[in-house]
Each structure stands twice: as structure tokens, then as C-alpha cells.
């Protein structure tokens, strides 16, 4: 079965600091990895999807992250965070035969200190 | 593009009573929509998959006859919580993708249901 474990539960950062987020996933095969961004009471953004290719991909918000298969990792990146990146952030993996079928990682809350 | 929307955004409702929230592909036909419930500071757990023009598949340990699922169209998917009780107050999250097999689902923006 899949699963997505998200290690760090709330993250702070000062505005302008690099970030790192965490995510590592357990699945049979290769895996179809997302990462979604909710604000408070608000449904989820996509951020970034990796399905195949090159293992860095870019997404929206100036976010990337990088899948290294033999680490089972999908770690999602920015370079500088803004005020306006503070949100719950989560990671999912999808099922390679029908993807839209997701499991969430528990979620990391982000917090940008000005 | 691809909207997925959902209806109400917010709701209270007195223990007892059902609740109906709506999930509708606006801009597209979505054969499976999928419902997820997030708990506070928790994160999205499947509920059930809602298959256009068949039955509900609903996730183990989710109760069938009490969150009814109806796929009537290829746009609109609807969940209802019957008999409602304080411990159903949660936020409700659907998704839907474009086309069978397609890997990315477009979410709804939620709706946080409250049972007073």
C-alpha cells in the first residue's frame, strides 16, 4: 500500500530564508508525486506533479522539488520564501494505473516570520 | 483550465438533520469524483470514489449509509451526510480529473461543515 510520511509537523522561517520541505513515500512502483498548498479554510493549489523525466521539476510560486527514487524522497524547495508562502503543505502520491485516486502525507505547516 | 466547485462553502446544521454538499466540474466532464474529509490540523483522507451513473466505492471504516454519495451527471456529484452529529463536523474536500486514467485531480475548494 502507499503511503507519504511528511517528518517535519509545523516549519518557521524568516521571510527571504531558503526553505525545505521533507516528503518521503512508500509505493511499489514508481510513483506519481504531487504537492498540493492549502490556505486556511481554502481548498488545495497544485504546486508541482512528477510523473516521469527529469527528476527536477518546477512549479508554480517560484517552488521546485526533486525526486531521488533511491532516497523514496520528493523534497519541495524555494529559494526565498515570501510572507504569502505561509500555508499547510502537503504531499501526495498517486496510484500509477489510476492517479487521481491520492494518499496525503499528514501535512506541513508553514510559518513565515517577517 | 479546469474548476472543480463546491457547494456550500460553509454549513451548520443542528444534530439529526442531513446535509447536502455539491461537487461540480464546471468546465469539464469528470466520470469519478473522489471525496475526502480533513480533520482539524489533519491532513485529506478518502472517503469514497463516486462513479458517474454507478454505485459509490467508499473507503474501509467509512459508513455508507451515512454519507450518501450520488454521481447523477457527468458534472455534478453530491454527498450527503444523513442524521448528522457533532463528530461529522469536518472539512469536506472533492476532486475530480478530466479523464480516466488522467493523473492529476482538480480539488474542490472545500466545505467545512459544522454540527451544532
Known amino acids: 500500500a502507499q503511503s507519504v510520511t511528511q517528518p517535519d509537523i509545523h516549519i518557521t522561517v524568516s521571510e527571504g530564508a531558503s526553505l525545505e520541505l521533507r516528503c518521503n513515500y512508500s509505493?511499489?512502483?514508481?510513483?506519481?508525486l504531487f504537492w498540493y498548498v492549502q490556505s486556511p479554510g481554502q481548498g488545495l493549489q497544485l504546486l508541482l506533479k512528477?510523473?516521469?523525466?527529469?527528476?527536477l521539476v518546477q512549479g508554480i510560486k517560484g517552488f521546485e522539488a526533486e525526486f531521488k527514487r533511491s532516497q523514496s524522497s520528493f523534497n519541495l524547495r524555494k529559494p526565498s520564501v515570501h510572507w504569502s508562502d505561509a500555508a499547510e503543505y502537503f504531499c501526495a502520491v498517486g496510484a500509477q494505473n489510476y492517479g487521481q485516486n491520492f494518499v496525503f502525507g499528514p501535512g506541513t505547516r508553514l510559518s513565515v516570520l517577517p | 483550465g479546469a474548476v472543480v466547485s463546491q457547494h456550500p462553502s460553509r454549513v451548520i446544521c443542528k444534530s439529526g438533520t442531513s446535509v447536502k454538499i455539491e461537487c461540480r466540474s464546471l468546465?469539464?466532464?469528470?466520470?469519478?469524483m473522489f471525496w475526502y474529509r480533513q480533520f482539524p490540523k489533519q491532513s485529506l483522507m478518502l472517503m469514497a470514489t463516486s462513479n458517474e451513473g454507478s454505485k459509490a466505492t467508499y473507503e474501509q471504516g467509512v459508513e455508507k449509509d451515512k454519507f450518501l454519495i450520488n454521481h447523477a451527471s457527468l458534472t455534478l456529484s453530491t454527498l450527503t451526510v444523513t442524521s448528522a452529529h457533532p463528530e461529522d463536523s469536518s472539512f469536506y474536500i472533492c476532486?475530480?480529473?478530466?479523464?480516466?486514467?488522467?493523473?492529476?485531480?482538480?480539488f474542490g475548494q472545500g466545505t467545512r461543515l459544522t454540527v451544532v
Open positions: 468546465d469539464f466532464q469528470a466520470t469519478t
Open positions: 509505493y511499489g512502483a514508481t510513483p506519481y
Open positions: 476532486s475530480a480529473g478530466k479523464e480516466r486514467g488522467d493523473t492529476e485531480a482538480f
Open positions: 512528477y510523473f516521469s523525466g527529469d527528476t
